[in-house]
């Protein structure tokens, strides 16, 4: 699975952003596809994922204010985009595009894109 991530930059507060991660390969057996960040000294976190079966989960800190979507282009491609809206300078961090496998057996894996960096000014 590889996954292209792009659409970060620098917006001031309150302003909007839409990422975008293009996602190839074996992603018809991904059971979650999303969207993490992580800002300076701070653990990665989930922000948003979208589950195979369309349910979608949101951390609080975001709900109401980013939305998770993605287009599937068949078994091989799709994109997964994360809109984001009302944004604040909390925000500022790393955002990873991340697909989620768990078999029925053995631990869940983890695929990752490179990251793409979302800078929000006060």
């Known amino acids: 699975v590889q996954l292209q991530a792009s659409g970060g930059g620098l917006v001031q507060a309150g302003g909007s952003l839409r990422l975008s991660c293009a996602a190839s390969?074996?992603?018809?057996?991904?059971?979650?596809m999303g969207w993490y960040r992580q800002a300076p000294g701070k653990q990665r976190e989930l922000v948003a994922r979208i589950e195979s079966g369309g349910r979608t989960i949101y951390a609080d800190s975001v709900k109401g204010r980013f939305t998770i979507s993605k287009d599937s282009l068949g078994n091989t491609k799709n994109t997964v985009y994360l809109q984001m809206n009302s944004l604040k300078p909390e925000d500022t961090a790393v955002y990873y595009c991340?697909?989620?496998?768990?078999?029925?057996?053995?631990?869940?894996?983890?695929?990752w894109g490179q990251g793409t960096q979302v800078t929000v000014s006060s």
């Open positions: 390969g074996t992603i018809f057996s991904m059971n979650f």
């Open positions: 991340n697909a989620k496998r768990i078999p029925t057996l053995g631990p869940a894996y983890d695929y």
